[in-house]
């Protein structure tokens, strides 16, 4: 595990705390949030103290400390594609990783690990696909969350018909890894 920052970026809080990293400029220039400002830019800069300091005042749980880097949620029954992805998805591109298989326990999933993408398998045996985005998209805690969708049976048109009901992104299987990573990526960038 790399080695935890002392002083961090508005975008590693926003990230930490799930957040836009506007809500952390608010919060650093209304003063409630303490760091100071690199002299000659506008750049912000927030010590670890002080984040920390400030979550516990604010209830904002410190899970998100534990790493820094983007936490992915994979929801499929299928238990291939889950170790291949888990494995593949820390390994290469150091992302938190985090699986469920079913609707339920992505559910609970989702609680515990506050994802910031979920790759979810539109065909799970216990509950559409439908049915989790719309649990995700009305939990307020969830907001920033990002779901790709992920099919075998997509045509164009679904899959724009999904990105018109409130998915951040589709996948078709079979896809390569890279094609995961951009997803992941593109889903992220929609946010910071």
Known sequence: MPRQKDILTTGEVA?????????????????????????GS????IPLSSLIKFMKAHNIPLD????????VLIVDDDSEIVEVLE???A???????HTAHSGFAAGIACEKARPHVMLLNMHLSDLKGEEILKFVKSNPDLQLTKVVAMSGKLTDGQAQHLLQNG???YLKKPFHVRQVVEAI???VSLVY
Not at 64 to 71: A, F, M, N, V
Not at 91 to 96: G, K, S, T, V
Request: hydrophobic share 30%; glycine share 10%.
């Open 64 to 71: 998100g400390l534990q790493s820094g880097q983007t936490r």
């Open 87 to 89: 494995k593949v998805l």
């Open 167 to 169: 998915f951040d992104g």
């Open 91 to 97: 390994e290469q591109a150091n992302y938190e990783v």
């Open 42 to 45: 506008k750049d912000r800069r």
């Open 185 to 187: 990526e593109d889903a």
């Open 15 to 39: 990230k930490i705390c799930n957040v836009a990293p506007r809500t952390v400029s608010k919060w650093f220039d209304s003063g409630q949030l303490q760091g100071y400002r690199i002299p």
